[in-house]
């Protein structure tokens, strides 16, 4: 579970209807009884769904019946049914909707890419990239791992990841090799990793200790020979391919031999196609 607060909630809310639903108010509606359900219009992996029928309890909505994010429906399957008063019912519609749509799209992303990679190598992972769109992070992390995956990192504060641009100040990648020892002593709780795209950088920081190593754009059938050589420096290293990893590829990736297949491409696509339907309850 992931845990969102009920401030963020009432702000997703609060962003559509900033003070009343003027539609629904100047039509004299509002007090009348109805009936709302969602249905999936193609194959989707749900995700959402828990932080909408939290906006139904804040309006007073009542579920009749749902399924979990996680749950793989199909075209024609209906997944979400409640009944409220139209006033909320028309409140709820628009920001649930978009939350489905938009959370359902990188969950089914993310479940395609990931039995792409069981079929050829059950043990290497799909790693999301904190790269979302700032403000969805909680969504995008939630749906990603309905999809059947898991963050990269959440952010800076966790692990120890060494780029490129962190060179700029530091020096060559032979003065962080001799810094790995120092670096992991204070920092020992946490993993080292150093992105890097040679096999000279590789072999020189598997060999000085780091706990992983992340190669960015290289071509697969070139880090399979890679992943080879350091695995004979160290059989216990994690290994990260990353840059450029999509649906259309990954595969070719997962059969290198890699730990963690990292990936931005998740969070961008179509949404899943969601319809909804309304009627009024006698």
Known sequence: MLYISDETIERWLKEDVPYLDLTTQSLGIGALKGRITFKAREFTVLSGVEEVLRI????????????????????????????????????????????????????????????????????????????????????????????????????????????KQHMVFLGDVHDLAQRVKEIKAQACEKKFIVEVETIEDARLLAEAGVDGLQFDKIPAAELKTIVEQIRQINPRITLLGAGGINEGNIEEYARTGINGLVTTSVYFGKPSDIGVTMEKII
């Not at 399924?67 to 997944?79: I, Q």
């Open 56 to 163: 139904f309890a804040k309006l007073g909505i009542t579920p009749v019946r749902f399924l979990p994010s996680g749950t793989v429906v199909n075209k024609g399957d209906v997944f979400i049914e409640a009944e409220g008063l139209s006033s909320s019912l028309h409140m709820a519609w628009k920001v649930s909707l978009n939350i489905l749509e938009y959370s359902s799209g990188i969950a089914t992303r993310t479940r395609k890419m990931v039995d792409k990679i069981r079929a050829v190598n059950p043990k290497a992972a799909l790693l999301a990239t904190r790269k979302s769109f700032p403000g969805t992070k909680e969504l995008s992390i939630k749906a990603i791992i309905a999809g059947g995956a898991l963050p990269h990192r959440l952010g800076l504060s966790e692990t120890i990841l060494v780029f």
